[in-house]
């Protein structure tokens, strides 16, 4: 816990981490996700659309679309309007345009995996089975932006439909990176030609992003500091968890959260679907009973 | 926060000071709560500084109107018809001079659907934030206002059960007669300092009406429309019939009660 004086004064000073509590405006638009999803490849590809005119790295991604969980509140303070902000808060009211990027559960237990070993929050020898255990439950440090559940379902229930709202799956975003990228590009209002995205497509692809980790690593303020043998920049695979995820994981994640994975279209492989139902009747049942 | 704490939670003008009132006598039969004492025995968390809130005596039970915040483990939501919602909260809204007195209840409707009429999301952002994440928790109670009038006795029992308090049918009763909105209007008129209604017009009852469909005889068509469009199948979901927008049937409404609006996918 750090309350007390070095947060308050760190409060004055605007060196707080602008996070929860960052001023937000009403021309901002958010690039959400619960971490791990891809937000930092949507955040390249949204900056290679939007400021076509210079090469995208991590030495200039913090000036274009910052970082609300890792800049102060002094420096988003004065990113220049409209700002395009990336953020992995669970739902907050104040934002008025959010771009969601959404990602199979299973996939990202296991990148989150990866990258706690990386921030040395676990240490090598950390059981899979154990992590994934805690990273359903919320007790991990992850439990900060509410669980994968917690996060996605706020977001979708509260705004999904709206004009100012767009859903995305990461896995559809690496299936027709084409498609989706026009659909975002239609979004944020810009007129993008083919040559365009395809332009922006390579400049984000992974291979590219990996090259520039290694040059830049040191000094992104993500990267810097941690463990370098373990990239941040993952193996950007769907699926990865079939080969990977013990049995007893699978399934703790899908009895936590198949109905809203279902919804997703992350099909289960431990249960049926359709449990909403049950869920919903259990729910009203009181209600019938009294009327 | 202490993993004992209870938040009493809903969207304003749903019911939360009657039900908070109710929880007092429940858990303090021998000191009448009143909207002198209310805010010491059932706190509001968000008008607290740190260091009153870590003063009061555990188990907390604690007010709040926030949509969800992953801290709060235990949570008693209240929802309430959001037409009803619309015209208590209009009212509210000129009782602290928020609106003036020539402001329509059309443009008010406009403004509440936007979420743009307090600091808590739309009524359907927060009422939805909370079922998505907590509807099958054993550390969540829906309570819904219009059931808490028709059969106080019964959903304060439920109350009482998740609570974990010992509560006889005679303190049940007891509180709920405490509690009546007479009563109620009556303890206002007395003693009207509680943060609910402090440096408020006072010919403007925080107790109003207290009862379920009253926006029947006093919404616009056009306001009505306006809610139901917004808010159809969640307002299907929790039992509150549209009117005049037609929603889906229960199984087409059950993805849309996921997501407010629209299918998913």
Known sequence: MMYGAKRIAKYLLGSDIAGRQIAVRPDDTFIVSYPRSGNTWTRFLIANLLFAGQPISFANIERLIPDAEAQSSRYMKRVPSPRVIKSHQYFDHRYPKVLYITRDPRDVAVSYYNFSRKYRHIADDYLLEQYVHGFVTGTLLSSAWGTWAENVGTWVAARNGQPTFLLLRYEDLIADTQTELAKVARFFGVEASPAALSRAIENSSADHLRELEKKEGGQWVTTKNKRSDIPFIGSAAVGKWKSVLPGASIEEIESAWGNTMAQLGYELVTRKEVAVETQLAASTVHRELGQ | ?265
Request: charged letters at 25%; glycine letters at 6%.
């Open chain 2, 1 to 265: 926060m202490f993993d004992d704490d209870t938040f009493i939670v809903s969207f304003p003008k749903s019911g939360n000071t009657w039900t908070r009132f109710l929880i007092a006598h429940l858990l303090h039969p021998e000191e009448p709560a009143t909207f002198g004492n209310i805010d010491r025995l059932i706190p509001e968390s968000e008008g607290l500084t740190r260091s009153q809130f870590a003063r009061i005596p555990r188990p907390r039970v604690m007010k709040s109107h926030e949509y969800f915040d992953a801290r709060l483990q235990k949570v008693i939501y209240i929802v309430r018809d959001p037409r009803d919602v619309a015209v208590s909260q209009f009212h509210f809204s000129r009782k602290r001079r928020r609106i003036a007195d020539d402001y329509s209840i059309e443009q008010f409707v406009t403004r509440f659907v936007a979420g743009e009429t307090c600091d808590y999301g739309s009524w359907g952002e927060n009422v939805a934030s909370w079922l998505v994440t907590r509807q099958n928790s054993s550390d969540f109670l829906l309570l819904r206002y219009e059931d808490m009038v028709a059969r106080t006795d019964a959903e304060l029992t439920r109350v009482a059960s998740f609570l974990g308090v010992p509560a006889t049918p005679d303190l049940i009763a007891q509180s709920v007669e405490r509690c009546s909105a007479d009563q109620m209007r009556k303890l206002e008129g007395t003693k009207a300092t509680a943060s609910v209604t402090k440096n408020t017009r006072q010919d403007i009852p925080f107790v109003r009406a207290a009862g379920s469909g009253g926006w029947k005889t006093s919404l616009p068509e056009k306001s009505v429309v306006e809610l139901e469009t917004a808010w159809a199948p969640l307002m299907t979901w929790l039992g509150y019939e549209p009117a005049l927008v037609k929603t889906g049937t229960a199984s087409e409404t059950r993805i849309q009660a996921f997501a407010p609006g629209a299918p998913v996918r």
